[in-house]
């Protein structure tokens, strides 16, 4: 044809045609003392990724992180991973949202609990005694992963404090005794955001690790800023008319997000991993600033004052002694693009500003956080009842709590449907006998535990902002705590279930019954 040619799939055509992930058949071992301390992971994971690798980020990346990860919360120095990627006659596997994070964080965290069964020891002080102290950083794991700054031990302190945990444990005990089998799992995790090159550049991957904003006061007053990361549901544009709102002094209903089309706006690598605030946001923060001070500049000049006596609210240049409103913005900016000739010789507004940020002091800043789930099974149909669940996130600088808490709760509930409903079921023949919606299982409101979220907030020290990433560390250690929580209901009754999805047939054969 000598042209371009567009391929739409449709949903049932996209079950095949689209990517897949988390294929691993993992075998782990963690050795601990007598007195609780781990000293040691060690896994051996075999992932399958298809017929051929996805250019140009390559479908081993998942197996990667997985052996990177694993075992990333705690301070044991020895660990030992090998990694086999395997050719399948499957749908191609790729990056899906925390790629690897939930395999590595149900694998270590079904070894500690492991282990503290093992040694008798509660799960929540098993994890005390072994995260990385938080007065440690920075810091190198043991697989080998930079460590900038995290607070593992101030979030399980409010883990405990949020879920009531004595009380719970009492509720528990007291209807075991009455055979009905309650479980409360945990899971400690570590979610890496905000990459640097060395995750694609270095590789040779055309994907941008910088993002660019460019700010520029209207006439009329309003503030525009065009942002290389896209929009795409995330709410990007809120939290950047929030960031911007502040750096320049504006009311936010005076401030239009312009995102993701790079014709237009500065070049940047979008929206991937976890890096929409922590690098787009601070260069929105950077041209905002930079916008603040020209504006400054710009009111010295007009106002014949000096620039240190003023500042910026509201949309208005006012007295910095006083609060004294002098300037509405859209006076300043009609005399800037209408009337310059009012303005000193040799002057020249300049209210459009760009601004760039890349991370480099790091390849990524982690985020930090721990989960816990209280489940229910019943041992006569292995039907598993999600009770609660609770989250405390260390993102950062947290800029908009309410699109920060509903970014993890959807993502905790896309967790939940890893481990205990979705699945890609092929025949003998290698074709996908469960590609449609009518086959294949996710959780629906009727499986959302109540979420409960509370958080830390250890900025970043690698920009001005202080935000790190929040977008999948939900999805990273949902199905950790909710497969703990499973097997810590089954324990009484000596069975164990350590594939994912846990459905009622696995649990019913874990006990026995079929």
């Known amino acids: 044809l000598k042209r371009p040619v567009k391929f739409v799939a449709d949903r049932?055509?996209?079950?095949?045609?689209?990517?897949?992930?988390?294929?691993?058949?993992?075998?782990?071992?963690?050795?601990?003392?007598?007195?609780?301390?781990?000293?040691?992971?060690?896994?051996?994971?075999?992932?399958?990724?298809?017929?051929?690798?996805?250019?140009?980020?390559?479908?081993?990346?998942?197996?990667?992180?997985?052996?990177?990860?694993?075992?990333?919360?705690?301070?044991?120095?020895?660990?030992?991973?090998?990694?086999?990627?395997?050719?399948?006659?499957?749908?191609p596997t790729c990056q899906y949202r925390g790629v690897g994070h939930p395999v590595a964080c149900a694998v270590t965290e079904g070894l500690v609990d492991l282990a503290a069964a093992k040694l008798g020891m509660d799960p929540l002080e098993m994890r005390k005694r072994n995260v990385m102290p938080d007065d440690g950083y920075p810091a190198t794991?043991?697989?080998?992963?930079?460590?900038?700054?995290?607070?593992?031990?101030?979030?399980?302190?409010?883990?405990?404090?949020?879920?009531?945990?004595?009380?719970?444990?009492a509720e528990q005990a007291m209807l075991r005794a009455q055979g009905i089998y309650r479980g409360i799992g945990f899971a400690t995790l570590i979610e890496l955001t905000n990459p640097g090159a060395a995750f694609y550049g270095v590789g040779g991957a055309r994907i941008s690790a910088q993002d660019g904003a460019t700010a520029r006061?209207?006439?009329?007053?309003?503030?525009?800023?065009?942002?290389?990361?896209?929009?795409?549901?995330?709410?990007?544009?809120?939290?950047?008319?929030?960031?911007?709102?502040?750096?320049?002094?504006?009311?936010?209903?005076?401030?239009?997000?312009?995102?993701?089309?790079?014709?237009?706006?500065?070049?940047?690598?979008?929206t991937w991993a976890s890096r929409g605030a922590g690098i787009g946001g601070e260069?929105?923060?950077?041209?905002?600033?930079?916008?603040?001070?020209?504006?400054?500049?710009?009111a010295q000049a007009i106002l014949s004052r000096d620039a240190n006596t003023l500042t910026l609210s509201k949309g208005n240049v006012v007295d910095a002694g006083t609060g004294e409103a002098l300037l509405p913005f859209a006076e300043l900016g009609r005399v800037a693009y209408f009337r310059p000739d009012t303005l000193p010789a040799g002057f020249t507004p300049e209210l459009m500003v760009t601004r760039h940020y890349a991370q480099r002091d790091y390849p990524f800043i982690f985020t930090n956080g721990v989960q816990a789930s209280y489940v229910e099974v019943d041992d006569e149909t292995g039907f598993v009842k999600l009770l609660k669940h609770w989250a405390v996130e260390d993102c950062g600088r947290v800029i908009n709590p309410m699109l920060v808490d509903e970014q993890i709760r959807g993502a905790i509930v896309q967790g939940i449907g890893g481990a205990l409903f979705e699945e890609c079921l092929y025949d003998a023949a290698g074709l996908l006998i469960n590609g449609s919606m009518a086959d294949y299982l996710v959780p629906m409101a009727g499986e959302m535990p109540d979420i409960t979220i509370a958080h830390i907030e250890t900025p970043t020290r690698?920009?001005?902002?202080?935000?790190?990433?929040?977008?999948?560390?939900?999805?990273?250690?949902?199905?950790?705590?909710?497969?703990?929580?499973?097997?810590?209901?089954?324990?009484?009754?000596?069975?164990?279930?350590?594939?994912?999805?846990?459905?009622?047939?696995?649990?019913?054969?874990?006990?026995?019954?079929?």
């Not at 691993?24 to 000293?39: S, W």
């Open 12 to 91: 049932l055509e996209s079950f095949t045609s689209d990517i897949h992930a988390r294929e691993h058949h993992i075998k782990g071992r963690i050795a601990a003392t007598k007195q609780g301390e781990i000293l040691a992971f060690e896994i051996d994971d075999t992932t399958g990724i298809g017929p051929y690798s996805m250019f140009p980020r390559t479908s081993g990346i998942e197996g990667n992180q997985v052996v990177n990860l694993t075992g990333g919360p705690y301070k044991h120095k020895a660990y030992r991973a090998k990694l086999n990627v395997v050719f399948l006659n499957k749908t």
């Open 462 to 514: 690698s920009s001005l902002l202080g935000a790190k990433g929040a977008g999948e560390a939900g999805t990273a250690g949902a199905p950790g705590a909710v497969v703990n929580a499973i097997n810590d209901a089954l324990r009484p009754l000596s069975a164990q279930v350590w594939s994912q999805p846990v459905t009622p047939e696995k649990i019913l054969r874990a006990l026995g019954h079929i």
């Open 283 to 298: 260069a929105v923060l950077q041209a905002g600033l930079a916008l603040r001070s020209n504006i400054l500049k710009v």
């Open 141 to 169: 794991g043991a697989s080998g992963i930079k460590l900038e700054v995290l607070s593992h031990e101030a979030c399980l302190r409010k883990i405990e404090t949020l879920m009531d945990y004595p009380a719970l444990l």
């Open 217 to 270: 006061l209207e006439p009329s007053g309003a503030v525009t800023v065009m942002v290389s990361v896209g929009e795409q549901g995330q709410g990007t544009e809120a939290i950047f008319s929030q960031i911007t709102a502040d750096a320049v002094g504006v009311p936010m209903s005076q401030v239009r997000i312009v995102t993701g089309d790079t014709q237009t706006t500065p070049y940047g690598g979008g």
